[in-house]
């Protein structure tokens, strides 16, 4: 059974840093791309940042040059680090795990940025 475990959300001033964690389980992590989507409260869900097997990685532009994903695959566990927040960072973050068609999504961390 795949389970993705997020952690690491929380209440943050603007211009502050998290680190946003989710732990892999039942699932050939090395194998899988490793995303971040986020949504806030009235929008679509959308995608922050992406990892794929060989490390490749891709952002969206509103976190480009703040955000970065890292994995560690001795970990099962995909990171991302937050810097310099804004208020429209503002959402719960969702960890998936995609292969092939499969996708597969945690239950989310919210990050709140406010002062």
């Known amino acids: 059974q795949v389970q993705l475990v997020e952690s690491g959300g929380g209440l943050v001033q603007p211009g502050g840093s998290l680190r946003l964690s989710c732990a892999a389980s039942?699932?050939?992590?090395?194998?899988?791309?490793m995303g971040w989507y986020r949504q806030a409260p009235g929008k679509q869900r959308e995608l922050v940042a992406v990892i794929r097997p060989g490390g490749n990685t891709n952002y969206a532009d509103s976190v480009k040059g703040r955000f970065t994903i890292s994995k560690d695959n001795a970990k099962n566990t995909v990171y991302l680090q937050m810097r310099s927040l804004k208020p429209e960072d503002t959402a719960n973050y969702y960890c998936?795990?995609?292969?092939?068609?499969?996708?597969?999504w945690g239950q989310g961390t919210q990050v709140t940025v406010s002062s």
């Open positions: 998936n795990a995609a292969l092939g068609g499969s996708a597969n």
């Open positions: 039942g699932i050939s992590f090395s194998f899988y791309t």
